[in-house]
Structures are given as structure tokens and as C-alpha cells.
């Protein structure tokens, strides 16, 4: 309770409560001076009246309401009737939330927020009245006003505002701390981050919560505190760190995080121990290795000596595995090995391994194996890294090829004696490929091949990666079904069917001629179609000879089907002659012939012999219709001193023989006899 003090003129003073760190602090002002008081104390007013109307009879200051003045007038000059009290307060409430206005009363007490009555128990009471409102305040600064009058008897009055604090009630985060600074001291290490104390009068705490950059921030904070500021040694690794700080409240909710501080420490923390390290002996002394470390850039590797138990620098690599060049003396070595970061900064030593020298370690595996059956043996091919296969090989080391019947490599494998081996080597990949034939295998059987190498210990390799064949037979294709033979005006079209057996490597098409005794004199192959196994082009003049057509198979081994088991088939060529034959040039002009391939139009030749030649101020160049059965002038064309001369002509019509018509025009305008060129633009299936 804070009832009036009475004092003397001279020394009249208000008394003034402010706030610091927290606490309320009484101080003085004299009673001339305008009354001000610090937020969260109330300015009080005393009225002669209940209508509050008129010049407060005092003035001042009132860090809590919570009176009772009985029977007795509250402050001089005011009656013991009929007096009214007035509080007033301005301050911020943070994030604002659920409040309650707890109020006891005797005799009528009015509650304002911002103008806007909550509490209203206004009335001439003999006993004290209590009541409690819940209101919610909205964020920011927001005025009470708490009005009271004693009509008769005794006066007391009591008002407090309070947070609710309750999770199930209060569900309005706290605002996000302001202020925040970080300070980083790189001789201790120590990042300092501050920040401004929040508003809410319901704050518990604060989370302070740190990030590697490129990373999230983690859902557990790296400290809880009530103070405002932080103190955390971050990892000297050379990164940087990010810090934000969270306000929570007693009911649990957390504000939103404020901006990132970052901090970049220096790099004193080296790499993580390297793993996995092995050691054991083999022709040029101990051979080391051990797992990838992140973040290292060398590696240091020691050796222990075994009379002092210390360790010698062995070397400074960048790789993961070394050779210790001690030589084949099957002595135990211990060593252990450390990463070395960008910075210089080395990390802890790996576990230490000893090796008794003795090599046991099996050789690696042959790698790329490729097997190729042919039709008197197979083929097998490998490869090997120049090193150690080297320096294995010149110590008596060798390659084994096992065999297997079926689809797999089984224990019983046979041990393969190659018939013939050589190696190459590639200088620019560093490693050696190795051949053998095998000739010891049974026609059409199914092996599965493997390769291992076995060292200068007996030390063996696991098998290579295994490969499946099926080796040659000797049995000819059966004869070829379904043969057609389509007369066209590039040649003859041949069909047939398509093997069913699942060797077939090709086709064969030739063309040929009935003999008076039977027999067929074979004139030449056909072309087989390009994107049609079972077709064939047999390319010529269409001019209605009669020609045998025979086709058979080729299987993989390079078994093809009996001659006389040939599918044959005899046709007659379309009749696309024009009226002046071709073939028969007399001169002084001579035609040329023969076809080109189906996506070029190639040039029309010809060539001029004799003294007339010189004459000849130009060609002119016609190309039969076969609509019209007349030749159509296609153009002229300037002569060459090239032997053959030529005429380009695009339009020649793809699957189908174009005849042309040349003749040189004289100086006096008279023409030589025509040469009679011609072109098949053969349409290839």
C-alpha cells in the first residue's frame, strides 16, 4: 500500500517510482515540478469529487494499486466521502496475449483500456467486492486507466494486470528479439552475441540456437537463458557460423529467430583419422593403404621403432596407399597415418596396423575379359595394370584361364593350357593385354570362361568377371525358304524368308545364267538390302534377259548352306530400252555407265576421241522419256580439258536406270554422233 505521506511545505516532495534492471526504484521530486512517472508506475490523481471533474487536490506516483484507507480521507485536502482516485499507465506489452484484471473494491472501480472499458463495478458498496476480467491486449504500447470513488464508509481498492500464461490459453508468440550483435575474439576463440531485452511481461527465456553455413539451423538450440547475452566457443575449423536468437514465453511459444550474426573462426581443427588402414608384404617391401579422408589434402605416414616405441616419419603423400620400400624380410613393421588438411592443421593418427611382412594378400583380379569362339578356336583377351603385373610377372607369376561347362564358373573348373599366349602393352593406359587360345573345347557346348593371377607366393586372385559362351559348329544352314524375284527398272527385287535358326550371321544373293548342259554359270553377287536382311537388289540394265537367281545362308562359325541345297529362282528383267541402244558409241563421242548409291544423283559421262574434239564449242545432254519414248534436252555444257566430261543431273529418278543422249555441237553449228551415257539410281531395300 503507498498512502499519502504528509509533510511540511518546505520540504514537500512526489514521490517518483522508476524502473531499474527490473526493480523499482524510489525517487524524489519536489511537489512544484510537473509529476512524471516512469513506465510501468502509475501517475495517481486525488479528487474532491466522484466526478473526477476539476483540479486534482495531489499528484503522484504509484508502483502498485493496492490501498486501504478505511474510514480516513486519502490524502490531505480530500474528504473521507465522496473523493474519487485516478491511475493512469502507459506501456508497451511486447506481443501483447491474454491478460487478466483481477479487482477487489470498495467502493466502485472502473477499468480502461485505451478508452475502452473492461471492468465496471460502480456502485456504493458496504463490503468488499472482487471480480476477475480476462481481456486480450493487443501488441504494442496501450494505456490503463483505472478509476475509483469512495461514495461512504470505509475505502479500499486493489487492481493488477497479470498474463495468462496457461499453453491452452495464451497462443501468441513473443516478438523477436532486437539488438543482436556478435563479437568474436579469434585469441580465445570465443563468440560473444548480445541482444536487447524483450517487452513481454510473460518472458522465459531466451533459446540462442547456431548454424555451419550452408546448413540449417537445428531444432534443439545450442543454450536457454535468461540473460541477454551468450558467450560459445564455435569449432576452429576455418567455416563460418551463423547465431540467432529466439524469445520464449511461459506458456512455451517461440518468437521467429532474429537476423543471422556470422562469425568466420580460424582453421585449427584438422581432419578426421583416416580408417581402414592395411599393410602386408609382397616383392618391393610393405604396401600401406587406407580410406579417403574429407577435407585432407596429404597424409603423413609413420613407422614405429621398436626399441624407443616412437614413430619416424615414413613419408608426406597426397594419395591413399604407399609402398615401403623395406624390402622382402618378413619383419613386423607398425605403422599409423594422419591426414593433413589445406591449412596445415594435422588430425588424429589412425589405429596402428602391424604387418609381419610375409606376403599373403592375393593379387588383384584380371579385369575386361572378353571371349570370342571361332570356328577352329576361341579367343580370350584381358587386362592388367602395368603395376604390379609387372614386376608379379617377373618374379614367376602367372595367369590361369578356367573352364566351365554350363552358364556358370564351378569349383571344378579345368585349368586351360593355352595354345598360344602374347601380351601387348598400352603405354598411354598404363596396362597390359593378355591373349590365349583355347583348342581344347567341345563343338556347340556351352563354357563359362574366368581368368585368375596367381603370385610368386601361390598366392591366388579371385576369378575375373565371367563370360559365357557357346562354341562353333559344323553344321550348315538348312536351305533358305520363300524366294521371290520382282522384276524392277533399277533391277531385280529378291524376297525370302527369314532363317528360324539363331546363328544365322548372313545372306548370300547371286545371279547367273542357265547353261545348255544345265548347270548355271554364276555371274556375280547381288546387293543386300540395307535395312532388310531377307531382301537383295540385283542391280542391271533392265533390257528382258533372263537370269537364274540363287540365295543361302552364312551362319556365325561360317557354315553355309550346300550348293545344292541353294533357294533358286529364274525371272526376266523389265524391257526399258530406249530407241538408240546403249553400249555401242562409234565415236567420236563414247558414253559411260554404271550405278551410284540410292542417296547420290552422281554426274552423266562421257568421253570425245579425236582431232574433232577441239572443234566442239559445247554438249548438249538429253534424257530418254519413257513417257514419250523421246529424249528431252536437259541442258548444254561448256567442254573440259578433263578426259571425261560430265553433266549433273538431280532430277535422276531413284530406283530406276536414266539413258541419256549427248552429241557436240561445232563451231558450225553441225552435231557429232551421240554418245548414249547412262546411270542407275538403284532404290536399296
Known amino acids: 500500500m503507498n498512502p499519502d505521506r504528509r509533510t511540511t511545505s518546505a520540504a514537500a516532495t512526489a514521490i517518483v517510482l522508476a524502473t531499474t534492471g527490473g526493480l523499482l526504484t524510489a525517487v524524489t521530486t519536489p511537489a512544484s515540478a510537473a509529476t512524471t512517472c516512469a513506465s510501468p508506475v502509475y501517475k495517481r490523481q486525488f479528487f474532491a469529487n466522484t466526478t473526477f471533474s476539476g483540479k486534482p487536490k495531489k499528484t503522484d506516483c504509484d508502483s502498485k494499486i493496492d490501498q486501504n484507507w478505511g474510514t480516513k480521507a486519502p490524502a490531505s485536502g480530500l474528504p473521507a466521502n465522496h473523493f474519487g482516485v485516478r491511475w493512469t499507465v502507459t506501456r508497451d506489452f511486447g506481443s501483447g496475449g491474454p491478460f487478466s484484471f483481477p479487482v477487489e473494491t470498495r467502493d466502485g472501480i472502473r477499468v480502461y483500456l485505451d478508452g475502452v472499458r473492461k471492468v465496471n463495478l460502480w456502485k456504493n458498496v458496504s463490503t468488499t467486492v472482487k471480480k476477475t476480467v480476462n481481456v486480450s491486449i493487443p501488441s504494442g504500447k496501450h494505456t490503463l486507466r483505472i478509476d475509483f470513488v469512495n461514495w461512504t464508509g470505509a475505502a479500499n481498492v486493489k487492481f493488477s494486470y497479470t498474463p495468462r500464461t496457461s499453453s491452452t490459453v495464451d497462443k501468441v508468440k513473443?516478438?523477436?528479439?532486437?539488438?543482436?550483435?556478435?563479437?568474436?575474439?579469434?585469441?580465445?576463440?570465443?563468440?560473444?552475441?548480445?541482444?536487447?531485452?524483450?517487452?513481454?511481461?510473460?518472458?522465459?527465456?531466451?533459446?540462442?540456437?547456431?548454424?555451419?553455413?550452408?546448413?540449417?539451423?537445428?531444432?534443439?538450440?545450442?543454450?536457454?537463458?535468461?540473460?541477454?547475452?551468450?558467450?560459445?566457443?564455435?569449432?576452429?575449423?576455418?567455416?563460418?557460423?551463423?547465431?540467432?536468437?529466439?524469445?520464449?514465453?511461459?506458456?512455451?511459444?517461440?518468437?521467429?529467430?532474429?537476423?543471422?550474426?556470422?562469425?568466420?573462426?580460424?582453421?585449427?581443427?584438422?581432419?578426421?583419422?583416416?580408417?581402414?588402414?592395411?599393410?602386408?608384404?609382397?616383392?618391393?617391401?610393405?604396401?600401406?593403404?587406407?580410406?579417403?579422408?574429407?577435407?585432407?589434402?596429404?597424409?603423413?605416414?609413420?613407422?614405429?621403432n621398436p626399441a624407443t616405441g616412437s614413430y619416424t616419419l615414413v613419408e608426406k603423400l597426397t594419395g591413399t596407399s604407399y609402398t615401403h620400400s623395406v624390402g622382402h624380410d618378413e619383419t613386423p613393421h607398425t605403422y599409423v597415418v594422419r591426414a593433413l588438411d589445406a591449412a596445415g592443421n594435422p588430425g588424429p593418427y589412425s589405429k596402428p596396423v602391424t604387418s609381419d611382412g610375409i606376403d599373403r594378400a592375393a593379387p588383384a583380379a584380371p579385369v575386361n575379359l572378353h571371349v570370342t569362339p571361332g570356328r577352329t578356336r576361341v579367343l580370350l583377351t584381358w587386362n592388367a595394370p602395368e603395376h604390379p603385373t609387372l614386376d608379379e610377372l617377373i618374379n614367376d607369376a602367372y595367369f590361369t584361364v578356367l573352364r566351365s561347362e554350363g552358364t556358370r564358373l564351378g569349383a571344378d573348373a579345368v585349368r586351360v593350357r593355352c595354345a598360344e599366349e602374347s601380351e601387348t602393352f598400352n603405354p598411354i593406359r598404363k596396362?597390359?593385354?593378355?591373349?590365349?587360345?583355347?583348342?581344347?573345347?567341345?563343338?556347340?557346348?556351352?563354357?563359362?570362361?574366368?581368368?585368375?593371377?596367381?603370385?610368386?607366393?601361390?598366392?591366388?586372385?579371385?576369378?575375373?568377371?565371367?563370360?559365357?559362351?557357346?562354341?562353333?559348329?559344323?553344321?550348315?544352314?538348312?536351305?533358305?525358304?520363300?524366294?521371290?524375284?520382282?522384276?524392277?527398272?533399277?533391277?531385280?527385287?529378291l524376297r525370302w524368308n527369314a532363317s528360324t535358326e539363331d546363328d544365322i550371321a548372313s545372306y548370300r544373293a547371286l545371279r547367273g545364267t542357265r547353261q545348255a548342259d544345265g548347270s548355271?554359270?554364276?555371274?556375280?553377287?547381288?546387293?543386300?538390302?540395307?535395312?532388310?536382311?531377307?531382301?537383295?537388289?540385283?542391280?542391271?540394265?533392265?533390257?528382258?534377259?533372263?537370269?537364274?537367281?540363287?540365295?543361302?545362308?552364312?551362319?556365325?562359325?561360317?557354315?553355309?548352306?550346300?550348293?545344292?541345297?541353294?533357294?533358286?529362282?529364274?525371272?526376266?528383267?523389265?524391257?526399258?530400252?530406249?530407241?538408240?541402244?546403249?553400249?555401242?558409241?562409234?565415236?567420236?563421242?563414247?558414253?559411260?555407265?554404271?550405278?551410284?548409291?540410292?542417296?547420290?544423283?552422281?554426274?552423266?559421262?562421257?568421253?570425245?576421241?579425236?582431232?574433232?574434239?577441239?572443234?566442239?564449242?559445247?554438249?548438249?545432254?538429253?534424257?530418254?522419256?519413257?513417257?514419250?519414248?523421246?529424249?528431252?534436252?536437259?541442258?548444254?555444257?561448256?567442254?573440259?580439258?578433263?578426259?571425261?566430261q560430265s553433266y549433273d543431273d538431280p532430277a535422276q529418278p531413284l530406283g530406276s536406270i536414266s539413258y541419256y543422249r549427248v552429241v557436240g555441237v561445232l563451231a558450225d553449228g553441225t552435231e557429232t554422233a551421240a554418245a548414249h551415257p547412262w546411270k542407275i539410281r538403284p532404290d536399296l531395300v
Request: hydrophobic share 30%; proline share 8%; aromatic share 10%.
Open 431 to 493: 596396362e597390359y593385354t593378355f591373349v590365349c587360345y583355347d583348342e581344347s573345347w567341345e563343338l556347340d557346348t556351352t563354357y563359362t570362361y574366368g581368368v585368375v593371377f596367381t603370385d610368386w607366393q601361390g598366392n591366388e586372385s579371385a576369378p575375373s568377371p565371367t563370360v559365357t559362351v557357346t562354341t562353333a559348329d559344323r553344321v550348315a544352314p538348312r536351305p533358305v525358304t520363300g524366294l521371290t524375284a520382282t522384276p524392277r527398272a533399277d533391277g531385280m527385287l
Open 520 to 644: 548355271v554359270k554364276w555371274l556375280g553377287t547381288c546387293t543386300l538390302g540395307q535395312d532388310d536382311p531377307t531382301a537383295a537388289l540385283c542391280i542391271d540394265v533392265p533390257n528382258g534377259e533372263s537370269y537364274v537367281y540363287a540365295v543361302y545362308a552364312v551362319d556365325t562359325w561360317g557354315n553355309a548352306t550346300a550348293t545344292a541345297d541353294w533357294a533358286t529362282v529364274t525371272a526376266t528383267e523389265l524391257d526399258t530400252t530406249p530407241a538408240e541402244p546403249i553400249r555401242q558409241d562409234k565415236g567420236p563421242l563414247y558414253g559411260g555407265g554404271g550405278w551410284t548409291a540410292s542417296e547420290d544423283a552422281r554426274p552423266v559421262e562421257w568421253h570425245c576421241s579425236g582431232a574433232v574434239c577441239a572443234s566442239v564449242t559445247e554438249y548438249r545432254v538429253s534424257r530418254w522419256n519413257p513417257e514419250t519414248r523421246a529424249y528431252d534436252l536437259l541442258g548444254t555444257v561448256a567442254p573440259t580439258s578433263a578426259y571425261y
Open 174 to 304: 513473443p516478438r523477436t528479439p532486437t539488438g543482436t550483435t556478435v563479437t568474436y575474439d579469434t585469441a580465445t576463440g570465443k563468440a560473444r552475441i548480445t541482444w536487447s531485452k524483450n517487452k513481454e511481461m510473460d518472458l522465459a527465456g531466451y533459446r540462442v540456437h547456431r548454424r555451419l553455413k550452408g546448413s540449417a539451423y537445428p531444432a534443439k538450440p545450442l543454450a536457454t537463458t535468461t540473460s541477454t547475452s551468450y558467450t560459445d566457443t564455435p569449432p576452429p575449423t576455418g567455416q563460418t557460423y551463423y547465431y540467432e536468437v529466439r524469445a520464449i514465453d511461459k506458456a512455451g511459444n517461440e518468437s521467429a529467430g532474429t537476423a543471422d550474426q556470422g562469425v568466420t573462426t580460424p582453421d585449427r581443427t584438422g581432419p578426421a583419422a583416416p580408417t581402414g588402414l592395411t599393410a602386408h608384404g609382397d616383392l618391393n617391401g610393405m604396401v600401406l593403404g587406407w580410406n579417403a579422408v574429407p577435407d585432407a589434402v596429404a597424409y603423413q605416414l609413420y613407422e614405429r
